[in-house]
């Protein structure tokens, strides 16, 4: 059996996640599907970590075993004739047998992204979160730098406790503003259920001028849910890349 | 009575463009019904211009008379409360009684936009028109020079003649590519039915090598229809301002 390594993207306003659902649209069940029309015998889609309804892949990995001998170079291609227009293979590899897309994932960049301008952008609206306040970005810039590091994240992690252990550490944090966009860039060796969204649903509070700066230290080493800001909604949310040492 | 002009954005993605027509759901009667649920006499809007099924305008122009008494810097967030989110008001002013927002239109800028990158772009793909080839945008650049000025467009209009007179002024026409998308910018001061379309249609057959550079100027002289390109997909099309002179 070939291991087949896919890099996908897709609009996930019209999925209900990535995971298999019985009833409801999923990119898992998506992609299964049109791998299976290519022939072959039934492959089982391993991403590098769920995304949530809503939420967008710019960069998704998934690997598969199959049996399917379609050279590499055409695969993509192959695919994507039987994927419907919201998801799109970019790129396809033949990888090494022991490679798994979820374990041996090292890091992974999400991107949220707000629009603050007066009335919201047609074009945008089911890529992004609108907030009809103009938010001070100094200000939640200087604020996240605190969450940068190793540090336990249960504020910013919803249900808690999903996991052993919730002590995360963020590499790379960056927020920006391109005229009424503002992108929120996360990068981390690993993310807690709504980890982002709760992160930039607390810098927004911070944007408004709802809290000081210095209310998002105090946030994180309170690890109590209840203190952080709302889960951001997951229309402006983004999985860019997931990084793998190879 | 007031007279009320308004610019207005929408993703023409889920219309049947801006007329109303019994039974579809156009931007017309959407945005009639709006203002009809503020209260006051039942408005006609009466835009630039009809924009088709799924063209999208960045900034559509219309006025319509109206009693209401609202006053003007409230005007366009009350309606946008009652607007579904594929349509927004972007700014609302009192005009002279005189002014009519089809006739007196000067001039109309609209933009083409093509995605030419290896797959689609699942997040543009209801907004611009793909091609998997790779574009020439230079030879595109110097075949559409042939198109500006004052000439008979007979050969860019669908079901010609629609019109008195095919013949119209374009003041400016540009093809730029940033990345992996192109925009092709028009400014007359007419359109003909589907003339836009037509000539980025027939751009792009330019672009993919199909045509020389000089058959566009050649397809004018023609005032022939049959001898354009095709009449590029809607979706990439964008009506993006209206200028009056004021």
Not at 38 to 52: V, Y
Not at 156 to 169: C, I, L
Not at 184 to 197: S, T
Not at 202 to 220: C, D, F, K, Q
Request: glycine fraction near 6%; aromatic fraction near 8%.
């Amino acid at each position: 059996m070939r291991n087949i390594c896919l890099t996908l993207s897709y609009d996930g306003s019209d999925f209900s996640g990535w995971q298999t659902q019985p009833g409801f649209r999923t990119v898992q069940e998506t992609l299964e599907t049109a791998v299976a029309r290519l022939g072959g015998s039934a492959i089982r889609a391993n991403a590098s970590g769920r995304t949530d309804a809503g939420v967008h892949a710019v960069g998704q990995v998934v690997n598969f075993y199959t049996d399917l001998t379609i050279p590499i170079d055409k695969l993509a291609k192959a695919i994507n004739a039987y994927l419907p227009p919201d998801v799109v293979v970019r790129s396809a590899e033949d990888v090494p047998q022991s490679f798994d897309a979820n374990r041996d994932a090292k890091c992974k960049l999400y991107r949220y992204v707000i629009h603050d301008g007066a009335v919201p952008d047609v074009f945008m609206r089911r890529h992004c979160c609108h907030t009809r306040r103009r938010l001070d970005v100094t200000a939640m810039a200087r604020a996240s730098a605190s969450l940068l590091g190793r540090h336990d994240f249960h504020s910013f992690e919803t249900e808690w406790p999903n996991r052993m252990s919730s002590v995360r550490t963020i590499m790379h944090l960056e927020v920006r503003r391109m005229d009424d966009l503002i992108w929120l860039d996360v990068e981390a060796d690993g993310f807690l259920y709504n980890m982002v969204r709760a992160i930039a649903g607390t810098l927004m509070n911070v944007g408004r001028g709802y809290w000081p700066e210095s209310e998002v230290a105090s946030i994180l080493r309170a690890e109590d849910r209840r203190r952080a800001g709302p889960t951001a909604p997951a229309q402006g949310l983004f999985l860019m890349r997931v990084t793998y040492e190879r």
